[in-house]
């Protein structure tokens, strides 16, 4: 089993804990509505029960990778366990109001904002020049991918494309996927998929 350091950044003082966080209060109510001990969630995410007790209380950040292994195990979405609930506003999110959230070493920019059933999801993936996502998901869906800055290593199953700022890339989420910043700056990718499973 892959041990818990792949997965998350730690934060053993407690003054850097928070255990109120978002996702951690998101991650333990879900847990506990579909009934699962942290043995059971661990077991069913391929992980151990320390690091969902750790992400639960705020002392660990998951990668996207892992985010995503919970958030099957659960049976809903990364966006249902990072997003606070939708304002009450009009459907224009404007620049430098949308909120941004990060796993591992990548932000997350909302363009859409996660509702129960809906079918659209829309971010821009912020990465660094090295990070990359940690290791290949594959869900229900198709996605489409727009460079907006930088140059990435997308890879398909045992196939790699590098891709530069214009460039646009689209597969079916079936495809284990995932992605490096291999440019000298950072890379922003406008990433839509459908249905929201991500």
């Given amino acids: 089993m892959t041990t818990d350091t792949d997965y998350a950044q730690h934060h053993p003082s407690k003054e850097h804990a928070n255990p109120t966080s978002s996702l951690g209060v998101r991650l333990r109510h879900a847990r506990l509505v579909a009934g699962y001990t942290l043995l059971e969630l661990a077991r069913r995410a391929e992980c151990s029960e320390s690091l969902i007790s ?10 996207l990778t892992m985010l995503h292994r919970l958030a099957v195990a659960l049976d809903t979405n990364i966006a249902a366990l990072t997003t606070e609930g939708a304002p009450s506003t009009g459907p224009v999110l404007r620049a430098g109001e949308r909120p941004v959230i990060r796993s591992g ?10 509702q129960r059933g809906g079918l659209l999801q829309a971010n821009i993936h912020i990465m660094e020049p090295g990070q990359a996502s940690d290791g290949l998901i594959e869900h229900t869906g198709e996605e489409l991918g727009y460079v907006l800055e930088g140059s990435v290593e997308l890879q398909l199953a045992d196939e790699r494309f590098v891709v530069h700022a214009g460039d646009a890339f689209a597969f ?17 990718i406008l990433w839509v998929n459908s249905p929201a499973t991500f």
């Fill in 54 to 63: 750790k992400i639960e209380r705020g002392y660990a950040t998951p990668s």
């Fill in 172 to 188: 079916s989420s079936h495809v284990p996927h995932g992605y490096t910043n291999v440019g000298e700056g950072v890379a922003r």
């Fill in 105 to 114: 070493d990548i932000a997350l920019e909302r363009l859409v904002l996660p």
